[in-house]
């Protein structure tokens, strides 16, 4: 039997939105972690969201991260790397 994948939202910011072409998105990843979504997006819009996903982040649950195996739950923010910060 073939999971049907679960639906996030994915937020774009700055360079991550101009990257994806768009400020949001529903997809459907077949694992709801952080590492799934990343290889969604990295395959849906390759080299211009690899440069933005290489020094960026995700923001899951209020809590910036770059761990690809914690859980996604409904949403998911995609951030660029940020000056000074």
Request: aromatic content about 6%; glycine content about 10%; proline content about 4%.
């Amino acid at each position: 039997m073939t999971s049907a994948g679960v639906s996030v939202l994915v937020r774009y910011f700055a360079a991550a939105s101009e990257a994806a072409g768009r400020d949001e998105e529903t997809l459907t990843v077949e694992d709801a972690t952080v590492g799934a979504v990343r290889a969604v997006l990295l395959e849906r819009y390759g080299d211009a969201m690899s440069r933005v996903l290489a020094s960026g982040s995700f923001l899951v649950d209020g809590v910036a991260t770059r761990d690809d195996a914690r859980p996604v739950r409904e949403r998911i923010d995609v951030l660029p790397p940020f000056a000074g910060g």
